[in-house]
Structure formats: C-alpha cells, structure tokens
C-alpha cells in the first residue's frame, strides 16, 4: 500500500509560479507511472499531466502545455509539478496519484490505484 502526500500549494498572483511536491508517506512509488489531477469547484476532476516509471515519458493536458512541467526524483521517491505562468483558471485542489500497471501513463484517472489527499492551489487575478 503507497499512501501520497501532496505539498507545496498556496496563494500566488496570475503569472506567478509554484512548485507541487508528492511524495510517498508509506511504500515506494519508483516502478509506477504517476499522474497529476486537478478539480476546480463545481468541476470535474480533469488530468493535468502524467509521468511513466523511468521519467522519460510525459504527457500533459493542453491548457497546461508549455507551462506546467513534471518530473521525478526516484532517489527521494518524490514526483513534482513545476507551474509557471499561472492564471486564474489553474486554481484547483491538485491531486497526484500512482498507477501500478500502466507503465506510460494515462489520461485516465480511473487507472490510478493510489491518490494523495490533495493541495490547494490558488491564483489570485
């Protein structure tokens, strides 16, 4: 069992940027693709980005493309969302959660097996 832990959220100004963290509170997530997930209020949750189990993999929604980078450090067992040129329309609790057996990653938040409890993050105009 991987239990995640997501940190890093907060308050900035449109344009600004925030580094996300997740990293895994219990078990190792090395082997697993991992995925980012946001959910606006009165929104579903939508897929932001994922990457597969070597880091060299990624995919990312298109209204973050160019914007929002993911990577990971398997020696810290640590995944991250580098988000720049934030707008008001990222805010969102930010989700990470791990597939155990769809090594490229997927878009499909259904796949996932383990999830962090989620951070906020907020731009303000």
């Known amino acids: 069992q991987v239990q995640l832990v997501e940190s890093g959220g907060g308050l900035v100004q449109a344009g600004g940027s925030l580094r996300l963290s997740c990293a895994a509170s219990?078990?190792?997530?090395?082997?697993?693709?991992m995925g980012w997930f946001r959910q606006a209020p009165g929104k579903e949750r939508e897929f932001v980005g994922t990457i597969n189990a070597s880091g060299g993999i990624k995919s990312y929604a298109d209204s973050v493309k160019g914007r929002f980078a993911i990577s990971r450090d398997r020696a810290k067992n640590t995944v991250y969302l580098q988000m720049n040129s934030l707008k008001h329309e990222d805010t969102a609790v930010y989700y990470c959660?791990?597939?155990?057996?769809?090594?490229?990653?997927?878009?499909?938040?259904?796949?996932?097996?383990?999830w962090g409890q989620g951070t906020q993050v907020t731009v303000s105009l």
């Open positions: 219990r078990g190792t997530f090395s082997s697993y693709a």
């Open positions: 959660a791990a597939d155990r057996t769809y090594g490229a990653g997927t878009q499909d938040e259904y796949k996932y097996d383990y």
